[in-house]
T-cell receptor, first 112, second 114 residues
Framework: RKEVEQDPGPFNVPEGATVAFNCTYS??????FFWYRQDCRKEPKLLMS???SGNEDGRFTAQLNRASQYISLLIRDSKLSDSATYLC?????????????FGRGTSLIVHP | GAGVSQSPSNKVTEKGKDVELRCDPI?????LYWYRQSLGQGLEFLIY????????KSGLPSDRFSAERTGGSVSTLTIQRTQQEDSAVYLC????????????FGPGTRLTVT
């Protein structure tokens, strides 16, 4: 089983739609969680941290479910500019260090 | 302020040559990571530096790969006797917090081994 799993997609949605991605992780001792966005041939950029209580940043909402070991990202009112690959990142203890493990990403395509 | 910078942005080298990739992290960030990303693949963790502690090298794929971080700031990743399978984008990231924090990535070095 992979440590961090994401549905690769692509999710193909029209402008204005609401779309949600999930990411599951296997290390129950994981401590911190993030969503990153990566545009084609660019570096990943931090989108938002994920807190246990859930958090919102504009059109984006992130949630963490420790019991079921998954995090989610909800995008409301999708824009063309939201088209990108969304990476989830889980920081868990490995050999005495907290090492971030990246999912392989979920591709989102927003069309007119 | 200035973000993470990496050099060179592109490197083409012949199989068997050594290459050095450089990363300048954000000033004051204590944690520094190296990853590589092959075309269409996810990020593969290589090595992690935290302050003056011994680096976590658990992700290095072979003994041809090494990295150092001088003065707690600039880092170089060295690949000896490059192979074609080393071709990838090598990304560096820094973080203000030990181990658990958000990361800020540089633009990467695209390495092509011919």
């Amino acid at each position: 089983r992979k440590e961090v799993e994401q549905d690769p997609g692509p999710f193909n949605v029209p402008e204005g739609a609401t779309v949600a991605f999930n990411c599951t992780y296997s290390n129950s001792a994981s401590q911190s969680f993030f969503w990153y966005r990566q545009d084609c041939r660019k570096e990943p950029k931090l989108l938002m941290s994920v807190y246990s209580s859930g958090n919102e940043d504009g059109r984006f909402t992130a949630q963490l479910n420790r019991a079921s070991q998954y995090i989610s990202l909800l995008i409301r009112d999708s824009k063309l500019s939201d088209s990108a690959t969304y990476l989830c990142v889980v920081n868990g203890m490995s050999g005495g260090s907290y090492i971030p493990t990246f999912g392989r990403g979920t591709s989102l395509i927003v069309h007119p | 302020g200035a973000g993470v910078s990496q050099s060179p942005s592109n490197k083409v080298t012949e199989k068997g040559k050594d290459v050095e990739l450089r990363c300048d992290p954000i000033s004051g960030h204590t944690a520094l990571y190296w990853y590589r990303q092959s075309l269409g693949q996810g990020l593969e963790f290589l090595i992690y530096f935290q302050g003056n502690s011994a680096p976590d090298k658990s992700g290095l794929p072979s003994d041809r790969f090494s990295a150092e971080r001088t003065g707690g700031s600039v880092s170089t990743l060295t690949i000896q006797r490059t192979q074609q399978e080393d071709s990838a984008v090598y990304l560096c990231a820094s973080s203000p917090r030990q181990g658990r924090g958000e990361q800020y990535f540089g633009p990467g070095t695209r390495l092509t081994v011919t």
